[in-house]
Each structure stands twice: as structure tokens, then as C-alpha cells.
């Protein structure tokens, strides 16, 4: 499987922008990255998703490196509610086309 | 609009007695399905897919199984649990389009005692 790699955790205050690395050397050509997050005790929520281009939505903006070796997921202006377990995931094109979770970076947001 | 739901939200299940999951989908047709489970603490494991009505994959081995009798419904069911059966079950569903995208459900949270 594609694996992905994202710092455990990290911190931000609240009102200013957060920038959520992710690298995936691994990656194939027809892998999407997709970016979840988890709040306590919730199922995972979708974020984004992007192949090549970066992509943008009324929740963050997904910026993904040339080389397609790295991405980062910005969160413009970090809430209390932003508070969770963000994921990046490769998407990788199977039978089932499942996701696989790593660890993921668990944000935490000062006031 | 597509929605997910799953049930039982909550249960406390004996050592050994059976477990029955479920969950459904409405608003899509022949969706994608999957059974993922999140042990205390930890990050979330894929137990079974499903591309069609009476199709399973098992990704793990385990003492559960799952079964998808109509096109839009999942079933986790276990016939003996086991403590290491506890966790935060997530039933979910995607189109299986290329740059598939899943959804998921508000989670069933499963203690054996």
C-alpha cells in the first residue's frame, strides 16, 4: 500500500492560518490524496481530495507539490472547532478502493 | 442527498454472546461499502469491503464477518465476541469511482464486558 507520513501532532492559535504536511513519496500516478479529519468520538469527515492540481473548498485548501511527492493541507483561519484528527490518504485504485488511515496529525487550536 | 446510517449507536455485549451491526444507505445506488473498526486510542482498521450484494472482502482475519443482503444495506456480525472485539465500529460508503471519496456513518461504539 502507499504509505503517507504526517507529523503526530501540532498546535495553532486560533484566527490564524494552519499549514498540515503530508508526504507521500510513494505515489503513483493515478493516486489520488485525500485528506479526512476525525473529531472525538466521531466518524472521520471528508475535507478534500486532488490528483494533481491544487484544489480549494468552503472548508481548506489543498496544496500539492509538483512532483506530486508531497501535499499540504492549509486551513485559512483555525477554529476551536478545528480541533481533530486531520488524515492525509493516498486513494490508490483497487477492487474495493478502500482508504487506508495511518496515524495522522492531531491538531490542537490555542484561543 | 446521501445519507448513512448505522446501529446500534451504543451496546455492552458479553463475553462470547453474539454481535449484530448495521448499517444502511439511501440516495445512491450499488454503493461501495465498508466496515472499519478504531480500537481505544488507536487509528482506524479496514475490516471489510463490499462492491455488490453478496459480495465480501475480509481484509483481517477475525472472528467477525459481514454480510450485504440488499444493495444499500452492510451487516458486521459477530457469533462469539471477545474483549478485543471492543472499539468504535464505522460503517461507510463510496462510489468506487477512480478518486473515490467515502462517507461515514455516525459510528456504533461496542464494549464487551
Known amino acids: 500500500d502507499a504509505k503517507t507520513t504526517q507529523p503526530n501532532s501540532m498546535e495553532s492559535n486560533e484566527e490564524e492560518p494552519v499549514h498540515l504536511p503530508c508526504n507521500h513519496s510513494?505515489?503513483?500516478?493515478?493516486?489520488?490524496i485525500h485528506w479526512y479529519r476525525q473529531l472525538p468520538s466521531q466518524g472521520p469527515e471528508y475535507v478534500i481530495h486532488?490528483?494533481?492540481s491544487n484544489v480549494n473548498n468552503r472548508m481548506a485548501s489543498l496544496a500539492i507539490a509538483e512532483d506530486r511527492k508531497s501535499s499540504t493541507l492549509i486551513l485559512h483561519r483555525a477554529t476551536l472547532r478545528d480541533a481533530a484528527v486531520y488524515y492525509c490518504i493516498l486513494s490508490v485504485y483497487n477492487a474495493g478502493n478502500m482508504l487506508t488511515f495511518g496515524g495522522g496529525t492531531r491538531l490542537m487550536v490555542k484561543p | 442527498s446521501q445519507t448513512i446510517h448505522q446501529w446500534p449507536a451504543t451496546l455492552v455485549q458479553p463475553v462470547g454472546s453474539p454481535l449484530s451491526l448495521e448499517c444502511t444507505v439511501e440516495?445512491?445506488?450499488?454503493?461501495?461499502l465498508y466496515w472499519y473498526r478504531q480500537a481505544a486510542g488507536r487509528g482506524l482498521q479496514l475490516l471489510f469491503y463490499s462492491v455488490g450484494i453478496g459480495q465480501i472482502s475480509s481484509e483481517v482475519p477475525q472472528n467477525l464477518s459481514a454480510s450485504r443482503p440488499q444493495d444499500r444495506q452492510f451487516i458486521l456480525s459477530s457469533k462469539k465476541l471477545l474483549l478485543s472485539d471492543s472499539g468504535f465500529y464505522l460503517c461507510a460508503w463510496g462510489t468506487g469511482l477512480t478518486g473515490n471519496t467515502i462517507y461515514f456513518g455516525e459510528g456504533s461504539w461496542l464494549t464487551v464486558v
Open positions: 440516495g445512491t445506488s450499488n454503493p461501495n
Open positions: 510513494t505515489i503513483s500516478g493515478t493516486d489520488y
Open positions: 486532488g490528483l494533481t
